[in-house]
């Protein structure tokens, strides 16, 4: 499975926009960058996700690097509900088909929006 | 609204004694998924259902069992729970298992094992 490298923990003030970065160097080409989140004692909610071009929703914004070895989340104005951890993960298929594909979580990056 | 509801969001059980948890889904998605989440660990999948199709994580140990009676129900089953199994237990669902498809999770149910 592509790896994940994510910050352990940052810092984000209410209002700015918080950026949050992924590096997944060995990506491959019909891999998917998914991103979720997850609250405290919540189950983890669903962000955005992405191939190859960059993705826009009411959530949030998917920055993928030309060569798809990096990431970025963008929360445009953060406020104290986005303080949560932040997954970015690489989904991969068990098989040819592309079916049978799972969510591999790795450790996360812990935002703090403060005010 | 389309939703995953997890019952209950709290389950206290005894060492040993067989426990169930439930999941049910409004969205009519294909694919039903458990994760485990012990404290301060990411989620990691357990097993998934695609329509009535069983799919075992080749690490899930034998204690953990599934059973999805419909397209809307799936449980959960600890069949002999130990005090290592005391975590967050995650439902998930999908409309299909592509790459593509996001997966949208219910609130969980934290077991407790005593």
Request: glycine share 6%.
């Amino acid at each position: 499975d592509a790896k994940t490298t994510q910050p352990p923990s940052m810092d984000c003030a209410e209002g700015r926009a918080a950026n949050l970065p992924c590096n997944h160097s060995t990506i491959s080409g019909n891999e998917y960058v998914y991103w979720y989140r997850q609250i405290h004692s919540q189950g983890p909610q669903y962000i955005i996700h992405g191939l190859k071009n960059n993705e826009t929703n009411e959530m949030a914004s998917l920055i993928i690097t030309e060569d798809r070895k990096s990431s970025t989340l963008i929360l445009p104005h953060a406020t104290l509900r986005d303080t949560a951890v932040y997954y970015c993960i690489v989904r991969v298929s068990s098989r040819r088909d592309g079916t049978a594909s799972k969510l591999t979580f790795g450790t996360g990056t812990r935002l703090q929006v403060t005010l | 609204d389309a939703m995953v509801i997890q019952n209950p969001r709290y389950q206290v059980t005894q060492f040993g004694k067989p426990v169930t948890l439930s999941c049910s889904q409004t969205l009519n998605h294909n694919v039903m998924y458990w994760y485990q989440q012990k404290s301060s660990q990411a989620p990691k999948l357990l097993f998934h259902y695609y329509d009535k199709d069983f799919n075992n994580e080749a690490d899930t140990p034998d204690n953990f069992q599934s059973r999805r009676p419909n397209t809307s129900f799936c449980f959960l089953d600890i069949r002999s729970p130990g005090l290592g199994d005391a975590a967050m237990y995650l439902c998930a669902t999908s409309r299909d298992p592509g790459l593509a498809r996001p997966q949208y999770f219910g609130p969980g149910t934290r077991l407790l094992v005593l």
